[in-house]
Every structure is written in structure tokens, then in C-alpha cells.
């Protein structure tokens, strides 16, 4: 009963995104080997609790801000307000615990700019193994239940855009129309976690829960020049590139 993504690898789609697509400033959440940051060709921030990155992820960027931190304490920072930064594009991949993705989302949304997209990744779980929320009892790749932001997303914020590309390989959640200055999330945070905290898959449905949604073809974002993301994209003319000193 579980539909697997098979779609394009999900780095694979960053990677191209951001070859094609430039945006002022993109935020990370769950960077660790910083695969996923390094094609980012804008202003960059990066959160990790613990680094582990073993590849160039400065590149070309024209500023990066990396912060060995937690999410909350990173949002607690209030360093995106201080410095007036509204991400664009926002990829959430920290801890797969729905409540901390719940706040990672909360806490993106109220600093994003309201054209932008946030993106949640592995929220497909392709089997129910790797949906406890014990790590430890996981081998291999762990989704944890962080697939409950979907149903959570439908139910308290129904108007939010929500679209889940097919990648690979466990699903991409790209949600549009933000509200920064909406607080419902954050007004019933203990309800909504009291309510979800005991639901497993099994208990939820897994048709159920993959009723709520239809794959979109990430083929098609690709080829049609990824339409999601244009609304929040800047003009080409205006990218810093970094220039050498003359030697």
C-alpha cells in the first residue's frame, strides 16, 4: 500500500533547480555534508548541530552563514530579523521527529518572504519500519514520522498551497502561499503535538494518508522551468559573483 516516489534523486533536483534558478537568500535546516547546500548560488544559511562537510560548499556564494547550532536555537537567535533576511527557498532536513520539523516549518514560514517555497523532505515513507521514531531501531535510511506534517498541514492550514514531488526517494513536500504573519501553528503547537504524538501509520491509514495527496512529476517541473519557483527568483543580471584580486 505504500507508493514509492520515482522521480528524479532529490539532490539531483536541487542541483538543477539551482543551476537554472537564482534566489537572493535560501536557508537550510539539516545541512551535515552539505550535498545539498553546495549548487546553491545565492546568500546562504546553513544550521547543523554537528557539520560534517568534506566538500567545497562555498562555491561561488556571496555570503554563507553556517551555524552549528540547533534550529531553535537558531530561530531564537532572531538572526534573520536582525539582519532583515527573508529566505526565498527554505529546505527543511533536520530531526525526522514530526514536533521538530512543526517547528522548523513555524519558524520558516514567519521569516519567509511570502512568494517563497518551503520544502520538507522525506515525508513519503516507503515502508512502516522506518517510520518509528526510535533511530536506533532503524537500519539504513530513517524517515521517522515526520510524513505527519501532511495531514497536520491539511487540517490546521488548509490554506497553504501543498505539493509533494515524486522524488526520490522518499518525497519532496514543497508548500507555497506563505502567510509569515499567521500563527495558528504556533497558537495550537501542544494540541496538534498531543494529538499526533501516538499516531503511527498503521493507526493513521496508510491509504489514508497517501489519499491526501498526488504525486507531481518533478520531469515535468524540470522541463517546464520550474513554474513553482519562479514567483520567488531573481534576475540573472543581479548575481554576486565573487571577484579575484588582481595578483
Known amino acids: 500500500m505504500f507508493r514509492r516516489p520515482r522521480g528524479y534523486h532529490y539532490l539531483d533536483f536541487l542541483s538543477e533547480l539551482h543551476r537554472c534558478i537564482l534566489f537572493d537568500w535560501y536557508l537550510e535546516i539539516g545541512c551535515r555534508t552539505g550535498a545539498s547546500l553546495a549548487p546553491v548560488r545565492g546568500k546562504a544559511i546553513a544550521v547543523d548541530p554537528r557539520f560534517r562537510v568534506r566538500i567545497d560548499v562555498i562555491r561561488q556564494k556571496p555570503a554563507l552563514h553556517m551555524f552549528q547550532t540547533t534550529s531553535d536555537d537558531f530561530f531564537a ?5 536582525a539582519n532583515r533576511i527573508r529566505p526565498g ?10 514536533e521538530y520539523l512543526l517547528r522548523d516549518f513555524i519558524g520558516t514560514e514567519t521569516a519567509s518572504d511570502p512568494e517563497g517555497v518551503i520544502l520538507m523532505h522525506d515525508c513519503v515513507p516507503i515502508d512502516s519500519e522506518r517510520t518509528t521514531r526510535d533511530l536506533a531501531a532503524v537500519r539504513g535510511a530513517w524517515t521517522g514520522d ?3 506534517l501532511v495531514p497536520i498541514l491539511r487540517k490546521w492550514r488548509p ?5 509533494m514531488l515524486d522524488l526520490r526517494p522518499t518525497g519532496m513536500l514543497c508548500v507555497t502561499n506563505l502567510s509569515p504573519g499567521n500563527t495558528v501553528l504556533r497558537d495550537n503547537y501542544d494540541r496538534i503535538v498531543a494529538e499526533y504524538l501516538d499516531q503511527t501509520i498503521e493507526s493513521f491509514g496508510v491509504a489514508r494518508f497517501f489519499g491526501l495527496f498526488d504525486f507531481a512529476p518533478s520531469v ?5 522551468g520550474f513554474p513553482m519557483f519562479r514567483p520567488i527568483a531573481i534576475d540573472p543580471s543581479d548575481e554576486e559573483v565573487p571577484r579575484p584580486l588582481g595578483t
Open 77 to 81: 537567535s532572531g538572526f534573520l530579523q
Open 146 to 148: 515526520v510524513w505527519k
Open 220 to 224: 515535468r517541473e524540470v522541463a517546464e
Open 89 to 98: 527557498v527554505s529546505f527543511l532536513d533536520g530531526m525526522h521527529l514530526f
Open 159 to 163: 490554506d497553504l498551497k501543498m505539493t
